[in-house]
C-alpha cells in the first residue's frame, strides 16, 4: 500500500496564535488530511509551548528557543527538517514543500527547496500589507526574499487576484491558481435569530497591528458615543499596538464603551459576531479580508475601505459598505447608516451570505488545494 505523501508546510506562528493564514492552514489541512500526512513548520516564539505536538491535523515542529527571534532564525534552523526530509526520501516517500504567506518560514522553506529542487515547493501568497512596504520594507529585504521564493517556486497560488498579479509583478511566470481563504459555513451560521441585546454592539476582529486602522475605529467610537452613550465596541484579537491602543482609547473618554477581548480561541469567534450588530475593519491595507469573510457568514452586515484586497469582497452596498481610510467622520457616518436602517443591515448582511456561500466554501477551497498538490507531484 502506497503512503500518503506528506506536506511540510511553513509558517512563522501557528496556533494558539490566530491570523488568516493560521486559520487557513489549519482548516486546509484538517480537509485534507486523509489524502495528505501534514507536518506544520513553525517559530516556537515561547518557552511554554512545546516543541512538537500531534493534532488532528498532523503534526507541529515548533523551532528555535522559545522568543520573539525564533522567526528570524527560521531559514537557519531548518537542519533538523531537512533531516526529515532526507528520510522521507530514503523510504521513497513523495513530499512537497508549502510555504504560507510571505515570510521568514517561506523563505526557509525556498531554501530547502533550493537545496532539494526536486521536492515541488507550493508558495500561497496572503500578504496583508500594503506594496509600498513589500517593496521597501526593512531595507528591501522583503521584496528580496519575495523574488527569491518566486524565483524557486513550482506553483503560486494566491488568496486574491491583486496578489495573483503581485506575484508577476514581481517576475513569476511559472503556473498560478487563486484560491481564497475560506470559511466554515456550519460554524459560523447563526443558531437562529438574534436576541437584541439592548444596546447597539460593534465589533472588529483584528490583529492589533497598524494595517488594520483600529486607531481609526476608536476615533470612530468618540464620534459615536454622543448619539449611543450605551453602545459596545468588542476588539477581539491581539497583537503589539494594544497598550498604545488602550491608552487611547482612555484619553479619548471612551474606555467604558470599548472591550479588549484579546486573543480568543478561535471557535469562540461565532459566538462574538452573533451576539454584534455591526462588523468594522478600517484596514489600511488587507490581503483578503478573511474576518469580513467570517462576519458574512455570521449574517453581520460589515464595513470595510476601499483598499485593493476588499475589492472582491466587500462590494459597497451590495455585500457592505466602504469607509474612506483614516477617516473617523466617514465610517461613524457608515456605523450610523446601518443602526438606523435594518432593512438595509439585512439586506447586505443576506447579499454578503449568498456571495459567502458560493465562493468561499471550505470544502471547495480545500478541493482546490488538493487539485494544486496533485499537479506538481505529477510533473
Known sequence: MD?????????????????????????????LCPEFDFLIVTARGRSTLPRTE???????????????????????????????????Q????????????????SLAASLLHRRHPGIPFVLTVQYGESHGRLARGRMGLI??????MLGQADHVTAISKPLEDLAHVHGYRGPTSLIPNGVDLERFRPPGPRASPGRPTLITTSRLVGKNGIDTLLRTIQILAQAYPAME????????LRPGLEDLAARLGIRDLVRFYGSVPHEDIPRHLWESDVFIRASRSEGMGNSFVEAMAAGVPVIGTGVVGLSEIVMDRET???????????????????????FLAARLARQALTMVSERFSLDVVARKYAFVFEEVLQR
Not at 491535523?57 to 534552523?77: C, F, H, N, Q, S
Not at 521584496?143 to 527569491?148: D, K
Not at 456605523?335 to 436602517?341: F, H, N, V
Open 320 to 342: 457592505g459598505l466602504l469607509a474612506r481610510v483614516d477617516d473617523p467622520q466617514d465610517l461613524a457616518d457608515k456605523i450610523r447608516l446601518l443602526l438606523t436602517d435594518p
Open 54 to 88: 500531534v493534532v488532528r491535523e498532523g503534526a507541529i515542529w515548533r523551532l528555535g528557543i522559545g522568543g520573539t527571534i525564533d522567526k528570524w532564525l527560521l531559514p537557519v534552523t531548518t537542519e533538523v527538517v531537512r533531516g526529515h526530509v532526507r528520510q522521507l
Open 233 to 240: 465596541c468588542r476588539i477581539v484579537g491581539d497583537g503589539p
Open 3 to 31: 503512503l500518503k505523501p506528506e506536506i511540510i508546510a511553513f509558517i512563522t506562528s501557528y496556533f494558539p496564535a490566530v491570523g488568516g493564514a493560521e486559520v487557513a492552514l489549519r482548516q486546509v489541512a484538517e480537509r
Open 90 to 105: 530514503a523510504e521513497g516517500r513523495r513530499m512537497i514543500l508549502w510555504g504560507m504567506d510571505i515570510t521568514q518560514a
Open 143 to 148: 521584496r528580496r526574499s519575495f523574488e527569491h
